[in-house]
């Protein structure tokens, strides 16, 4: 059985701004251990983990060499001590929105890194992360931040999209790989919704001409329709706590967030 007294571990991706940040400052809790992968440190973290008596690790990484940082991850978990944290928790939630343009106009270079962030990083990290805890007592859990546009189409941004859509479904193949195996860790990709991010000022300045759905991103904005970063990880990581977390691989926020918890 896992030590009930040991801290619990949260390793978040794309923790430098926006969803990601929001969610990291939620997690320094007493006693508990966050390991960061973002593209710089961010002090005011480590302040705060200080303050409340948090363990926090921060990578400078970047996610578009998955490999490298799959392999550092994995060596990382493999040399913690024996029963050293009572759960362990794997978010995915970095991704690249690339420049907004049909797809006979986009970039080589800014489609592979779309594609090897949003999706390659995250099946690359998850294997890391299975087999280093392979032999861990306490729950394991991945959560995969997905999107609404992993769902639907929409034009100017096919790379962010199959990306998306990837994850979802990688998810369902890892969530039927985990339930038959003992002790199998449990699996989710999350929709959070529309979110007040730089992603949502992103898609607002494209120009009319390549994004047909501009006017309706205005219009979110505009009608007060989207959510704070805040608010938003809140919910993620209740519902990551749910007791139910995992029954369902696909899902989304503004779905399950008033459900009970039975």
Not at 30 to 38: F, I
Not at 133 to 139: E, F, H, K, Y
């Amino acid at each position: 059985m896992p030590n009930a007294q040991a801290a619990a571990l949260t390793i978040l991706t794309g923790a430098s701004r926006g969803l990601g940040l929001a969610m990291a400052r939620q997690l320094l809790q007493p006693g508990q251990t966050l390991l960061t992968m973002a593209r710089q440190p961010d002090a005011s973290l480590a302040a705060q983990a200080q303050r409340a008596g948090a363990r926090l690790e921060q990578w400078a990484i970047d996610l578009g060499q998955p490999q490298q940082a799959a392999q550092r991850l994995h060596d990382w978990l493999r040399s913690q001590p024996a029963r050293a944290f009572g759960a362990a928790t794997l978010i995915n939630n970095a991704g690249v929105i690339p420049p907004i343009a049909p797809l006979r106009r986009s970039q080589p270079a800014t489609m592979a890194q779309a594609l090897r962030v949003g999706l390659e990083a995250p099946m690359l990290l998850s294997a890391a992360f299975l087999a280093a805890t392979q032999g861990w007592a306490g729950p394991r859990k991945i959560l995969n931040i997905s999107s609404g546009l992993g769902r639907r189409p929409m034009a100017s941004q096919a790379p962010y999209c199959a990306a998306k859509a990837g994850l979802d479904h990688f998810t369902r193949c890892l969530a039927l790989e985990e339930a038959a195996t003992p002790q199998g860790a449990q699996v989710c990709a999350l929709a959070p919704g529309v979110i007040d991010t730089d992603m949502q000022t992103h898609l607002r300045s494209a120009a009319a001409q390549d994004f047909p759905d501009l006017p309706r991103f205005a219009a979110l904005k505009s009608q007060g329709q989207l959510s704070s970063a805040e608010d938003t990880a809140r919910r993620i990581l209740a519902y990551l706590q749910r007791p139910d977390f995992g029954q369902q691989p696909i899902a989304d926020i503004r779905e399950v967030a008033e459900e009970g918890a039975g």
